[in-house]
T-cell receptor, first 114, second 114 residues
Framework: GESVGLHLPTLSVQEGDNSIINCAYS??????FIWYKQESGKGPQFIID?????DKRQGQRVTVLLNKTVKHLSLQIAATQPGDSAVYFC?????????????FGKGTTLSVSS | EPEVTQTPSHQVTQMGQEVILRCVPI?????FYWYRQILGQKVEFLVS????????KSEIFDDQFSVERPDGSNFTLKIRSTKLEDSAMYFC????????????FGPGTRLTVL
């Protein structure tokens, strides 16, 4: 079936490094993508989103890149901090409609050491 | 900042018992969702709800599950006869009604079925 997935289950970086978390999706009809951060014992927390008519979007210390040609999504975190340690999920909205399911990938666990 | 709230934070029940998980979505949101996350796995969509009816549901959401908006603020998930494999974190989410957009997640209810 169609799914959203991540390339690496874990990523370990040093404080201050830049982190890149990748995601591959397979549904060509998806036109909205979100990165969520999930800390231990908490619900997913919105980080940044991007629509398919864009290929890059920047937030505070985070950048999301979308390559529709190869169905690839990435999250870049600049100057990674210990507080960034969490599981990161990409998710897609499958039908370009409000109120439809988000399909989540399996998650990448980011560990930041100081 | 408005947030989605869920109660209880942890529910322990015996197999075969009924449970009701409760959520208070963000007040001006019109779309409501339930997701679940089995320990160590990805977040999975269960059901979405709009205008007092189910708008979409997954294969997981079988006849044992039901949702309800009993009043203007609460949104509930009922599991009629719990099974061991229903043990998971259950997340409620809500979103506004204009196009594909961010779903805000609650902190989750941990359901343990013994």
């Amino acid at each position: 079936g169609e799914s959203v997935g991540l390339h690496l289950p874990t990523l370990s970086v040093q404080e201050g490094d830049n982190s890149i978390i990748n995601c591959a999706y397979s549904n060509s009809a998806s036109d909205y993508f979100i990165w969520y951060k999930q800390e231990s014992g908490k619900g997913p927390q919105f980080i940044i989103d991007i629509r398919s008519n864009m290929d890059k979007r920047q937030g505070q210390r985070v950048t999301v890149l979308l390559n529709k040609t190869v169905k690839h999504l990435s999250l870049q975190i600049a100057a990674t901090q210990p507080g960034d340690s969490a599981v990161y999920f990409c998710a897609e909205n499958a039908l370009n409609q409000a109120g439809t399911a988000l399909i989540f990938g399996k998650g990448t666990t980011l560990s930041v050491s100081s | 900042e408005p947030e989605v709230t869920q109660t209880p934070s942890h529910q322990v029940t015996q197999m075969g018992q009924e449970v009701i998980l409760r959520c208070v979505p963000i007040s001006n949101h019109l779309y409501f969702y339930w997701y679940r996350q089995i320990l160590g796995q990805k977040v999975e969509f269960l059901v979405s709800f709009y205008n007092n009816e189910i708008s979409e549901k997954s294969e997981i959401f079988d006849d044992q599950f039901s949702v309800e908006r009993p009043d203007g603020s609460n949104f509930t998930l009922k599991i009629r006869s719990t099974k061991l494999e229903d043990s998971a974190m259950y997340f409620c989410a809500s979103s506004e009604n204009l196009g594909p957009n961010e779903q805000f997640f609650g902190p989750g209810t941990r359901l343990t079925v013994l």
